[in-house]
């Protein structure tokens, strides 16, 4: 546990994540942070007051016009106080109607006062229903604060409390609080460690509109990536064929690449400058060992189309040839004999690591959250850990590594 003389001032406005922010406000006073809620009105009707104040031990403040400060008897300037008083500004979750006010420069609460008045970084973590968040007015509004220097933690897509399903979870308690942890200087177990990530799937071209690819999606590689950063690394992340667009946490060096030939060029040549290379692509096991550069008519084939395939080159196995090797970490997606298929690939390889995943009928991890998967070690242990989120699967994860 790190201790600091640190201070976050923590804005929660109306929306029901603010429920979330009172585990922010709990993990930055373990963490020695001094916290100072300043809570809109409509977040009072979510969470209240007197919830933070037994959290942070200190006043929780809804109004410009109530309550005193610490540093002002008076308490008629604490806008102005909390604007000079405090390293980061944190806002979580902040509503379409918080987020429109920053953009605008409306000063008609203490928390939107405040913004105008705050000197160091501001960090908001937006949270609302998908419609909302998609809005042309909140997506300008968000570009315009991100202008003025904001930095906005994008929300992730999921079940969202209105029973609706797509963008605007509030981000994971975990990214927001490690993005805040980085700003105020603190380190985290993965502080000076240089990673690389690889995720996502390739795709092997056939002919201009047709390729060989797989089920991967990428999602759990991002989750280890923004974890990994949460921590203190200094991520690089290598993404065969993201979605589009792609939200992702700032603060790490992202690398486009298609084909199997290429992420393996790409990962050899970052892993010259890494300390652990995450090896979470699914990379195809085989390409088309000729490409039409026309595409191939249907007409034209009489009979069933062949296509010969050839062996492609294993990026882990070129990694472990390396000089200076980094440390490597994989991930298994098998159907039988998950564990000791896995535990092979593990020693093949010289992993000092690999998380094993049931792929099987039962189990179809891709695309789904959650997901389960056993950690297996070249001692031998295994350590199995339970369906979860694939954010939270990250963490647990990551944690499981940070002490090797
Ligand atoms: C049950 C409920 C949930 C809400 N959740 C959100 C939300 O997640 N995000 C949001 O932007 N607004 C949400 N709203 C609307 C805001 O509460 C409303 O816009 C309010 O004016 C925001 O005030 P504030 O920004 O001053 O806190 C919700 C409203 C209700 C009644």
């Known amino acids: 546990m790190y201790s600091s003389e640190k201070s976050v001032l923590l804005g929660v406005s109306g929306g029901i994540a603010a429920y979330k922010s009172c585990e922010i406000a709990r993990h930055f006073v373990k963490l020695g942070v001094i916290v100072q809620p300043v809570i809109t009105e409509n977040a009072a009707r979510f969470v209240a007051p007197l919830t933070f104040e037994s959290l942070t031990g200190r006043p929780c403040f809804t109004g410009m016009f109530n309550g005193k400060t610490k540093t002002d008897e008076a308490g008629a300037f604490r806008h102005i106080d909390f604007g000079r008083d405090y390293d980061v500004m944190l806002v979580a979750p902040a509503t379409a109607n918080i987020v429109a006010k920053f953009s605008a420069g409306i000063a008609d609460d203490l928390l939107s006062t405040t913004y105008l008045c705050f000197e160091g970084d501001v960090v908001i973590a937006p949270a609302m229903n998908s419609r909302m968040w998609s809005h042309p007015t909140v997506m300008r509004n968000l570009e315009r604060i991100r202008e003025d220097g904001v930095e906005i933690i994008e929300p992730t897509a999921g079940d969202l409390a209105c029973g609706e399903t797509g963008m605007g979870r509030m981000a ?57 950063i949460h921590y203190g690394a200094d991520v690089k992340l290598v993404e065969a064929n993201p979605p589009s667009p792609v939200h992702f946490t700032p603060d790490c060096e992202r690398f486009v690449v298609e084909t199997a030939d290429e992420i393996l060029m790409r990962t050899i040549e970052l892993a010259d400058d890494a300390d652990w290379v995450f090896m979470f692509a699914a990379v195809s096991d085989f390409t088309p060992v000729m490409q039409s550069a026309n595409k191939i008519k249907k007409k034209e084939q009489k009979d069933a189309l062949k296509i010969e395939l050839a062996g492609t080159v294993d990026v882990l196995v070129e990694l472990g040839k390396l000089k200076n090797r980094p440390k490597l970490v994989g991930v298994s997606a098998e159907s039988t004999d998950v564990i000791s298929n896995s535990a092979v690939k593990l020693k093949e390889k010289g992993l000092c690591a690999i998380l094993a995943v049931d792929v099987g009928a039962e189990s179809h991890p891709f695309g789904a959250t959650p997901m389960a998967g056993t950690v297996i070690f070249p001692d031998g242990r295994n350590v199995e850990i339970e369906s979860l989120p694939k954010e939270v699967l990250a963490r647990r994860f990551v944690d499981e590594l940070s002490d090797i």
């Open 172 to 228: 994971d308690i975990g990214i927001i609080t490690g993005r805040v942890e980085k700003l105020l200087g603190l380190g985290g177990p993965w502080q000076g460690r240089k990673v690389v990530v690889t995720t996502g799937a390739t795709r092997e071209t056939i002919d201009p509109v047709r390729f060989i690819s797989n089920n991967s999606t990428g999602d759990f590689g991002r989750a280890v990536a923004r974890q990994l």
